[in-house]
């Protein structure tokens, strides 16, 4: 089982990147898809979270607005569209998936059972 985090990059203040995120090894298919994001000396924090049955999704207040969580096209994919960047969103982003999850439990890191390797953003000032 593996996820492939793409798109980190570095990009100055209010700029964008898109992140891609492909599940493979598994014959089913993830019920909820999220990413996480951990900046140096702080802990793993929530940015946004899918569920592909209905697209439910939920982000985190200081991203609302800005970024955007959808489902590829191809099964277990997705992506985050990241819009008016800041330096603090600077950190390394993870993905995760899980087989099966419940709306109140997407933005905490113990719903998911399935990790990326995560991808550095960096947002210069």
């Known amino acids: 089982v593996q996820l492939q985090a793409s798109g980190g990059g570095l990009v100055q203040d209010g700029g964008s990147l898109r992140l891609a995120c492909a599940g493979s090894g598994v014959t089913f298919s993830y019920r909820c898809m999220g990413w996480f994001r951990q900046a140096p000396g702080k802990e793993r924090e929530f940015v946004a979270a899918i569920k592909y049955d209905g697209g439910t999704t939920r982000y985190l207040d200081s991203v609302a607005g800005r970024f955007t969580i959808s489902r590829g096209n191809t099964k277990n994919t997705v992506y985050l569209q990241m819009n008016n960047l800041k330096p603090e969103d600077t950190a390394v982003y993870l993905c995760?998936?899980?087989?099966?999850?419940?709306?109140?439990?997407?933005?905490?890191?113990?719903?998911?059972?399935?990790w990326g390797q995560g991808t550095l953003v960096t947002v210069s000032s």
């Open positions: 995760a998936a899980t087989a099966s999850c419940i709306s109140s439990t997407v933005s905490y890191t113990g719903a998911y059972n399935y």
